[in-house]
């Protein structure tokens, strides 16, 4: 029997379909909880959706998820799993620090802040490259490096606060405060200046970096010869070699530009909010990321929808926790795991039934 879907329905309904069992399941939390999941959504969506405030946060959360999400998506056209995004976001902060510290309370914004996107880039770059050369030369698979890699950037990132760039007499492993230089600025900051009013929210500039990269993104990988390249040896590695493209080289191309992206979430986190480099920044937002890429079918527009559900959901989820204590944020947490489980491991429950209904189209249009 033949399953294969139309294109509509399997980028745009599967998803859907497998959104709707995860909420079904979480319905179901919700009540043996002895709460009503109708009022637990409703709650939900207007801590997200229902202020400008509330809205903010969601944006900024998506921001992070942007850069996350299209990480993932990257490597996966080029038949690569890349679980590495939490390195890589923290090697991008560092690489943020390092320039904000060096030059922030000298050399003006529009000179730093240029170099502290390449900076952020670049150090998030060559941490996903290396496993990308060891699996393309060496054979060994970049899911273990990627995962090895995530504990070595963790290490670095405590002894880099605890040795090298601690505040002398601050008893929080952080380094001192970033120059003026190296602030992003606030979406509210930047609206007042156009007398335009917005609430104060960590929501900063990054999130035109994160319009930026997916507009890239889209137009690296369908309508860039390099892009296509890499998406040729995703899908068919010997028929890619067979044409004259390198595997190998793709492979290290794919994985240093998932790098790169991840690295901009130390711009959103480290220069856009906090302001100075800490030791928890991340918090996650690498592995949130695989949820992001495999909800938007690892295209740029279905990573932004997907970033926006996500930020929804922890904004949300601090202002459900707030009304409703009995539903705490793990419960949030556990619908984020949910999201995971039937958008990946049952990603493709729904596909026979999906697959049936196409046919049954088809034939009543004769």
């Known amino acids: 029997m033949n399953n294969e879907l139309p294109r509509w329905m399997d980028l745009g309904l599967l998803p859907l379909v497998n959104l709707a069992m995860a909420f079904a399941v979480s319905a179901l939390v919700v009540v043996l909880a002895g709460q009503d999941p109708a009022q637990a959504l409703s709650l939900l969506l207007r801590g997200a959706f229902g202020s400008l405030l509330g809205f903010s946060y969601t944006l900024y959360y998506a921001t992070t998820f942007v850069f996350t999400g299209l990480a993932v998506a990257v490597a996966y056209h080029a038949g690569l799993f890349n679980i590495g995004g939490e390195g890589q976001a923290m090697l991008g902060g560092i690489g943020t620090a390092l320039v904000a510290l060096w030059l922030g309370e000298a050399y003006p914004a529009w000179l730093v802040l240029p170099l502290m996107v390449l900076a952020a880039m670049a150090f998030g770059m060559v941490w996903a490259a290396i496993p990308g050369a060891l699996q393309a030369w060496r054979g060994s698979h970049v899911v273990i490096t990627t995962i090895m890699f995530n504990f070595l950037a963790s290490a670095l990132l405590s002894w880099l606060l605890v040795e090298v760039l ?92 998932s790098g790169a992206l991840a690295g901009l979430v130390g711009i959103n986190e480290v220069a856009g909010v906090h302001g100075r480099l800490l030791l928890d920044y991340v918090v996650g937002a690498g592995f949130a990321g695989i949820a992001v890429s495999l909800i938007g079918r690892n295209h740029p527009v279905g990573v932004v929808l997907a970033s926006l559900l996500f930020g929804a959901l922890y904004q949300g989820g601090a202002e459900l926790s707030f009304e409703m204590p009995s539903v705490s944020r793990d419960m949030v947490f556990t619908l984020q795991g949910l999201i995971v489980l039937f958008c990946g491991a049952l990603g493709q429950a729904a596909v026979p039934a999906l697959a049936r209904l196409a046919r049954r189209k088809v034939a009543a249009h004769g």
């Open 166 to 257: 601690k505040e002398p007499g601050n008893m929080t492993v952080e380094s001192r405060a970033f120059g003026p230089g190296a602030q992003v600025p606030g979406v509210h900051v930047a609206l007042a200046a156009l007398g335009i009013e917005w609430p104060s929210s960590p929501l900063n500039l990054s999130v035109l970096l994160a319009v930026a990269a997916v507009v890239v993104v889209w137009l690296w990988l369908w309508r860039g010869t390099s892009g296509y390249a890499v998406r040729a040896v995703g899908f068919a590695p010997a028929a890619a070699e067979y044409a004259g493209i390198r595997p190998g080289r793709q492979v290290v191309v794919a994985m240093a530009a």
